[in-house]
């Protein structure tokens, strides 16, 4: 069963830093592309950044990019997602998802449940 | 960047009606779009890739259809679990994107 478990969310001050990490289970990890979604509580989905299976592909959403870097460690099976710079516009419940197959479609298979991160003074 | 708008924004049908939702993207996407349901309080989950690619255990009264710039996802009669909210995803050109969302209630 495949499982994405998010943490690191927290509240912090604007200009603030924070660091995501989503470890995954179930699956082959080092095989998929893997993304990061936002969501603002009621509001729609958003997404961040993607990374492929080797990382050697990474795309970012121009509201985060020079600000957010997303990486991988496939011997651990996890992903990160490092949060510089934050402003009170990045406030959303962030989910780690994977790519439905291992071919890199950045479609969405399976989602974590997602970590709420606060910027607020 | 492609935008994708979704139509109507509220669907208020009754158990067992077709539900039929639109996405339209603004420039040609080919078939490289994804429909996802979302549950209060859970994340989202995919239905249909490519466009009329139904996902793993997605039940056979969702069905998705389109190319180009315009997309329909069908419910053939709907199901009280299905009432929801139903985002569809474009993977055409970066950055990916996605629509505002749909919501189907209960009439």
């Known amino acids: 069963e495949v499982q994405l478990l998010e943490s690191g969310g927290g509240l912090v001050q604007p200009g603030g830093?924070?660091?995501?990490?989503?470890?995954?289970?179930?699956?082959?990890?080092?095989?998929?592309?893997m993304s990061w979604v936002r969501q603002v509580p009621g509001k729609g989905l958003e997404w961040v950044s993607s990374i492929s299976a080797s990382a050697s592909a990474i795309d970012?959403?121009?509201?985060?990019?020079?600000?957010?870097?997303?990486?991988?460690?496939?011997?651990?099976?996890?992903?990160?997602?490092?949060?510089?710079?934050?402003?009170?516009?990045?406030?959303?419940?962030?989910?780690c998802a994977q790519d439905v197959t291992d071919y890199h479609t950045y479609y969405f298979g399976y989602w974590g449940q997602g970590t709420l991160v606060t910027v607020s003074s | 960047?492609?935008?994708?708008?979704q139509s109507p924004a509220t669907l208020s049908l009754s158990p067992g009606a077709r539900a039929t939702l639109s996405c339209r993207a603004s420039q040609s996407?080919?078939?490289?779009?994804?429909?996802?349901?979302?549950?209060?309080?859970?994340?989202?989950?995919?239905?249909?890739?490519?466009a009329s690619n139904r996902a793993t255990g997605i039940p056979a009264r969702f069905s998705g259809s389109g190319s180009g710039t315009d997309f329909t996802l069908t419910i053939s009669s709907l199901e009280p679990e299905d009432f929801a909210v139903y985002y569809c995803q474009q993977r055409d050109n970066w950055p990916l994107t996605f629509g505002g969302g749909t919501k189907v209630e209960i009439k």
């Open chain 1, 17 to 33: 830093s924070l660091r995501l990490s989503c470890e995954a289970s179930g699956f082959i990890f080092s095989n998929y592309a």
């Open chain 1, 60 to 95: 970012y959403a121009d509201s985060v990019k020079g600000r957010i870097t997303i990486s991988r460690d496939n011997s651990k099976n996890t992903l990160y997602l490092q949060m510089n710079s934050l402003r009170v516009e990045d406030t959303a419940v962030y989910h």
């Open chain 2, 29 to 50: 996407i080919n078939n490289y779009l994804a429909w996802y349901q979302q549950k209060p309080g859970q994340p989202p989950r995919l239905l249909i890739y490519d």
């Open chain 2, 1 to 5: 960047e492609i935008v994708l708008t």
